[in-house]
């Protein structure tokens, strides 16, 4: 079993800047991938970014790019989303999801991860 815990949430202007982190706990080792997530009101959970866990391969989804950065630290098991030029579109809920078996086919699903946190609220203001 793995468990996540993600931080650095909160209300920020347009073009403000947040960093969340995700700290994982368990069976480390079984992990291949961490990646974000986030949930708007009355929609569904879209993917923003994934890191691989050994290569540090990242992949984005197309209105993060050049925004947000995803990143790692091994040492402390962490994972790291730098969110700067924030929009009020990117309000929701960020939840941190872990992977057993990364593939490029799936990475982008939902259904792909294996364990997920609480989620933290990301508000940005117009």
């Known amino acids: 079993q793995v468990q996540l815990v993600e931080s650095g949430g909160g209300l920020v202007q347009a073009g403000g800047s947040l960093r969340l982190s995700c700290s994982a706990s368990?069976?480390?080792?079984?992990?291949?991938?961490m990646g974000w997530f986030r949930q708007a009101p009355g929609k569904e959970r879209e993917f923003v970014a994934v890191?691989?866990?050994?290569?540090?391969?990242?992949y984005y989804t197309d209105s993060v790019k050049g925004r947000f950065t995803i990143s790692r630290d091994n040492a402390k098991n962490t994972v790291f989303l730098q969110m700067n030029g924030l929009k009020p579109e990117d309000t929701a809920v960020y939840y941190c999801?872990?992977?057993?078996?990364?593939?490029?086919?799936?990475?982008?699903?939902?259904?792909?991860?294996?364990?997920w946190g609480q989620g933290t609220q990301v508000t940005v203001s117009s």
């Open positions: 890191i691989t866990w050994n290569s540090g391969r990242t």
């Open positions: 999801a872990a992977d057993r078996f990364f593939t490029e086919r799936d990475y982008f699903e939902p259904r792909g991860y294996d364990y």
């Open positions: 368990g069976i480390i080792s079984s992990i291949n991938a």
